[in-house]
């Protein structure tokens, strides 16, 4: 099995910055897609950030300019540099990882951290 673990959350004030940092553990044979969501409160879980294992990263448009999304493969890891925050990025932050894990030659899945809390306030 594999389990995420997230970091890095907390009280910010506007303007100021945080990094998020998501690490994998477990079986795991191989990491493909790595990425951030986040959930604000009464809203819809929206996808933040994501980086392949080629290196192509994607953000929504409201991190770009902001954010910066990446990974170190060999700790399994990947972060989230959050820049200029403002009380709109307040959320709970997810982390997700397409992993190939198991035993022999494993099966892909997909799985996910169980949040970190950002929270954007003076």
């Known amino acids: 099995q594999v389990r995420l673990v997230e970091s890095g959350g907390g009280l910010v004030q506007p303007a100021g910055s945080l990094r998020l940092s998501c690490t994998a553990s477990?079986?795991?044979?191989?990491?493909?897609?790595m990425g951030w969501y986040r959930q604000a409160p009464g809203k819809a879980r929206e996808q933040v950030a994501s980086?392949?294992?080629?290196?192509?990263?994607t953000y929504t448009p409201s991190a770009k300019d902001r954010f910066t999304v990446s990974r170190d493969d060999p700790k399994n890891a990947v972060y989230l540099q959050m820049d200029r925050l403002s009380p709109e990025d307040t959320a709970i932050y997810y982390c997700?990882?397409?992993?190939?894990?198991?035993?022999?030659?494993?099966?892909?899945?997909?799985?996910w951290g169980q949040g970190t809390a950002v929270t954007v306030s003076s």
């Open positions: 997700t990882m397409h992993c190939r894990a198991g035993s022999a030659w494993g099966f892909w899945a997909d799985y």
């Open positions: 477990g079986s795991i044979i191989s990491i493909g897609l």
């Open positions: 980086i392949s294992s080629d290196g192509i990263i």
